[in-house]
């Protein structure tokens, strides 16, 4: 069954149902993991969750999360589970600030990150030299893995990449995002990354880090940020050395970097994502021969939810495994 199409669950009509499914209702049993700290040249850090076979030899992938998710967010642990039945080892990591403890700098994560990623790439390459290396992203993380693949073009370490509900033009998501029922994952997302911020302001605080919070404080009050385009103009663009968010928004989409993509690519996208809107998508010219792009007529953002309401199946989990599975080396 993991080449059957996907069929989107007759239960869930409508790309909402799909996208709110899985963070209200999936039930994922726990798994048993390792964490590993990874420690990065700034002096920061990322949390790496590992799982799956202790071998130097089997297929390895690294799972990354999207905007306000962790190693913990069900569609990382899903995929893990799913990797570990096939005998593959993964690797989740949280970017900066999202593993459960503020990360020690100033600087957050962001859909432009790829400086992380590649240090993350590069630290599982010197781990597991012997290994398929492998990489899949989600959403914001997506975004970072087709970046940073086109960023590193004939000399990426990966074997295959998945890319899934990629916001191609920030800019663009970032307009979709304050349309009609959209407001909501909006609201949402500006809830959690005020309290991320604050509560890198607290440890800074507390540890006495007078430079660190003045370094955020200079950044203006978090109240009142209600928009993508408010708070990555008043935040991620002055923390990150953008000029304002529209250039961050231009430097850090992932649609300018397709072209470059030399590694075996999947991109899933759904055409009725609440997150992207049609136009963001990319043009088959725009495309490197490397990448297939497949996109379904629905499955809402981060979803793709199918089977029948006892038995609710996710064509993520088989499909992905199953692609890297057959991906050229």
């Excluded at 008043?234 to 850090?252: E, K, M, Q, S, V």
């Excluded at 199918?306 to 992905?320: A, D, T, V």
């Amino acid at each position: 069954m993991n080449d059957a199409p996907f069929c989107p669950a007759w239960w869930l009509p409508g790309p909402h149902l799909q996208t709110l499914w899985g963070p209200l209702c999936r039930r994922q049993s726990p798994l048993k993991r390792q964490r590993e700290r990874l420690w990065l040249a700034d002096g920061d850090f990322l949390d790496l969750d590992w799982h799956g076979p202790d071998d130097p030899r089997v297929p390895l992938v690294l799972v990354l999360h999207g905007l306000s998710g962790s190693s913990r967010s069900l569609y990382v642990l899903g995929l893990q589970q799913a990797l570990a039945e096939r005998g593959w080892a993964s690797a989740a990591l949280n970017w900066r600030g999202c593993s459960g403890e503020p990360n020690r700098l100033p600087r957050a994560y962001h859909s432009g990150a790829s400086d992380d990623l590649a240090a993350a790439i590069a630290h599982l390459r010197r781990l597991r030299p012997h290994a398929a290396l492998h990489a899949v992203g989600y959403s914001l993380g997506g975004n970072v893995l087709l970046k940073h693949l086109g960023e590193s073009g004939a000399d990426c370490a990966l074997q295959a990449a998945v890319a899934v509900s990629v916001p191609f033009r920030l800019d663009q998501c970032a307009d979709r995002i304050g349309q009609g029922f959209s407001r909501v994952y909006q609201a949402h997302f500006m809830r959690a990354m005020r309290t991320y911020l604050e509560d890198k302001q607290r440890q800074f605080a507390r540890l006495g880090q007078a430079e660190h919070l003045a370094a955020l404080e200079r950044l203006g009050p978090l109240q009142g940020l209600r928009t993508f385009w408010e708070f990555d103009g008043r935040i991620t663009a002055p923390l990150h050395g953008f000029a304002d968010a529209r250039d961050y928004y231009r430097r850090a989409s992932s649609r300018y970097f397709l072209a470059a993509i030399r590694v075996p690519t999947l991109i899933v996208q759904a055409a009725d994502d609440p997150f992207v809107s049609p136009h963001s998508l990319p043009q088959p010219h725009e495309l490197s021969a490397n990448i297939q792009f497949e996109l379904q007529a629905g499955g809402g953002h981060v979803g793709f939810v199918e089977g029948p309401p006892h038995r609710p199946g996710h064509y993520l989990e088989r499909r992905i495994p199953a692609w890297l599975a057959g991906a050229p080396l």
